[in-house]
């Protein structure tokens, strides 16, 4: 009996010295996120780092190119921005080449208000336009290195969320059927799509109302680890006729990435 009894003991002993060093093993996540509040402007009353006309400029971050290009001053790629406006909902319109490099915020005549997510006072901005068709919105990591995108926020440029919610002049905005949405999709090193995320902006389908005017997160963890993260658009009819055109855009901030069984993140 003693035998049995200094068995068990000897038992419950290793299984507890063993639990305790798996948990030991385990390490704690560690994350990196792009907040774009690095980037420097061209001058103290600069709002954007809008590149100069018929150029391109790009701002990096955590090993990643952000490219915007200026063609016949419209904006296409990924702008990094600081100001909010507050859309009117009837009678003044927003000026049209600013108002589409601004996030919008319905709180943006509160002094204490901040333009980014999470309490940042920069974002970016990623824009297609069809005067420049060979510049998509998207960035991807030098040298092929991959990551894991856990999540990011977006919100509506001030000028779409306008145009959605009340219209262009003589020009209606959003009725029943209308929608906008934009796609996340991943790729890894060599070019191979990894997922696609879907993000509604606005939505007036099946009795709904929405338009997005907050910062949101969105979960991007399905798409794994990824080299490359492009932007598409699949707006209604609506919304291309309200904007001239098949242009997108949508704001976004707080890229966030899980670093964990990275060897960088291994050594801190």
Not at 175 to 184: H, K, L, M, W
Request: charged share 20%.
């Amino acid at each position: 009996m003693k035998k049995l009894t200094l068995l068990c003991t000897l038992f419950a002993a290793t299984f507890a010295m063993t639990s305790c060093s798996d948990d030991d093993n385990e390490k704690e996540p560690v994350y990196q996120t792009i907040a774009f509040d690095d980037c420097q402007f061209a001058s103290e009353n600069a709002a954007d780092n809008f590149a100069a006309s018929g150029s391109t400029n790009t701002y990096t971050e955590f090993g990643a190119d952000f490219t915007n290009a200026n063609t016949y001053y419209t904006l296409s790629g990924i702008l990094v921005a600081s100001k909010a406006e507050k859309p009117e909902t009837e009678g003044e319109y927003l000026e049209e080449a600013s108002a589409r490099k601004v996030v919008c915020n319905l709180a943006a005549d509160d002094a204490n208000h901040f333009t980014g997510a999470d309490k940042t006072g920069k974002y970016s901005i990623w824009a297609y336009s069809e005067y420049n068709k060979n510049v998509v919105p998207s960035f991807a990591f030098a040298n092929g290195v991959e990551h894991k995108i856990t999540s990011l926020e977006v919100n509506n440029v001030a000028k779409y969320w306008q145009v959605m919610k009340s219209g262009y002049y003589s020009k209606p905005g959003f009725a029943a059927g209308d929608y906008y949405e934009v796609i996340f999709t991943g790729y890894d090193a060599t070019g191979n799509a990894t997922g696609s995320v879907p993000v509604v902006l606005a939505d007036f389908r099946d009795g709904k109302t929405f338009i997005m005017d907050t910062w949101t997160k969105v979960d991007l963890s399905v798409l794994g680890k990824v080299n490359k993260l492009v932007l598409t658009a699949t707006p209604s009819d609506k919304l291309k006729d309200l904007l001239y055109g098949a242009s997108y855009s949508v704001c976004v901030d707080q890229i966030v990435f899980d670093v964990t069984d990275e060897p960088a993140a291994s050594a801190k």
